[in-house]
């Protein structure tokens, strides 16, 4: 016999299962290696911003774990989607397909290149883009002329397909891969949320001609604010490089820069502690994953919950833990918000879906209903390292 879903469960599962207040966060940063002794190195030898040697080491290292050929640090993840659409060619006027459901630092970064989100649908399942949908959707609106693919509807070209991995689950990437060779698209993957995340083996960012990874505060891995662009061609990563770090062209003293770059250089500082955290990535994986493990027992007996799983295909690093509520339960997602909110328990729903904020109501978009549908019905529940830390051992890593 299931429990009931009501707040007084709810509570009661949490509280029995979060016992310190300090522990109710979403997502908390965990620094327990060298952020420290790194980041003091910084401070005592004076190297503290765009040059330094803990840049060079963070990518060297984030290229090592992740498997991937190159990867450029950034001052945030928002701008290395930035300057990944923009190395793929995005121009003023076009049309990137994106998920709705969303942060909303993907469609920013398109807008920063003139051009303008299109939505895309999700998959229930997986919460990334859903690939069938979107088949036989572009079969319906697009056409391609000299290999470029076309909106029939706005006359645009659409260019590149933008794939997130939500909450450090990964979309269906052979399937978007295959509907983006065959439309002409680019694969920009937005795995902010997924370091540490594999799919089918191979770890999420750079199964297109690009990915970026965010290490904002709350993220897996944090360097205060920061970001990173994964690839395996070398001529995208130097341009990466040269646009990140103001079009300057190496010169022993002379500051002569070739375009109008942007200075989205990670500080040698953020990147101390990231190499600190980096250090530790094996441990926060293992204490989600079995923090994952406890919520999806203590779920499994409410009716009308179901705590989100990692995809068959996929090896999810669990970032933030999410459980859906059934469809007859939709009623009482404000109420759930409302309540463990108040009683100091970060329950957070997804974001507003994209396509109903204000600068992108315009913007063009095929059916959303699936979106529409998770979003009246996920919860993101607390999920920091430190709650699943009694299942692991800090000597494990
Ligand atoms: C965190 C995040 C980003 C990037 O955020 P920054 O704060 O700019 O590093 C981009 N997309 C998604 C889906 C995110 O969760």
Not at 81 to 110: R, W, Y
Request: glycine share 6%; with cysteine; aromatic share 12%.
């Amino acid at each position: 016999m299931k429990r009931q879903l009501s707040i007084e469960n709810l509570l009661q599962i949490f509280n029995e299962w979060i016992k310190l207040p300090s522990l109710k966060a979403l997502h908390e940063p965990c620094f327990k290696g060298k952020e420290w002794e790194y980041v003091k190195q910084c401070i005592d030898t004076g190297w503290v911003s765009s040059a330094g040697q803990f840049v060079d080491r963070f990518e060297q290292e984030l290229s090592d774990y992740t498997g991937s050929k190159y990867a450029i640090a950034t001052s945030n993840g928002t701008a290395a989607l930035h300057i990944s659409f923009l190395l793929a060619g995005i121009q003023p006027k076009d049309e990137v397909l994106v998920p709705t459901l969303t942060f909303v630092g993907t469609c920013n970064a398109i807008h920063y290149c003139s051009a303008t989100p299109h939505f895309v649908d999700s998959d229930q399942m997986t919460f990334g883009v859903d690939a069938q949908k979107l088949v036989t959707y572009l079969k319906e609106i697009t056409q391609i002329k000299q290999g470029v693919c076309y909106n029939r509807l706005t006359h645009r070209p659409i260019r590149a397909l933008c794939v997130m991995h939500t909450f450090g689950h990964p979309a269906d990437l052979d399937l978007l891969c295959e509907i983006a060779d065959q439309y002409h698209l680019v694969i920009i993957e937005d795995a902010a949320e997924a370091l540490g995340t594999y799919y089918k083996g191979k770890h999420v960012g750079y199964h297109g001609l690009m990915g970026i990874l965010s290490f904002n505060g709350n993220k897996i891995v944090t360097t205060g604010g920061g970001g990173a662009i994964l690839t395996n061609h070398y001529d995208i990563a130097k341009k990466a490089k040269h646009l990140t770090t103001t079009a300057k062209l190496p010169h022993q003293w002379r500051f002569y820069h070739d375009q109008a770059g942007y200075n989205y250089r990670l500080p040698n500082i953020n990147a101390a502690l990231g190499c600190a955290q980096l250090e530790q990535i094996e441990y926060f994986l293992k204490a989600k994953r079995a923090l994952a493990f406890q919520y999806q027992q203590l779920f499994a007996n409410i009716e009308g919950v179901n705590f989100v799983t990692e995809p068959i295909y996929a090896k999810s690093n669990y970032w933030l833990n999410t459980f859906l509520l059934d469809a007859q339960y939709s009623h009482l997602h404000t109420d759930l918000l409302k309540n463990l909110n108040q009683k100091n328990i970060s329950v957070r729903p997804a974001w507003d879906l994209m396509h109903s904020l204000p600068m992108y109501q315009q913007a063009p978009k095929m059916d959303l209903s699936t979106a529409e549908s998770l979003a009246n019905r996920l919860i993101n529940i607390p999920s920091s390292v430190v709650l699943g830390e009694k299942y692991v051992t800090y000597n494990s890593i």
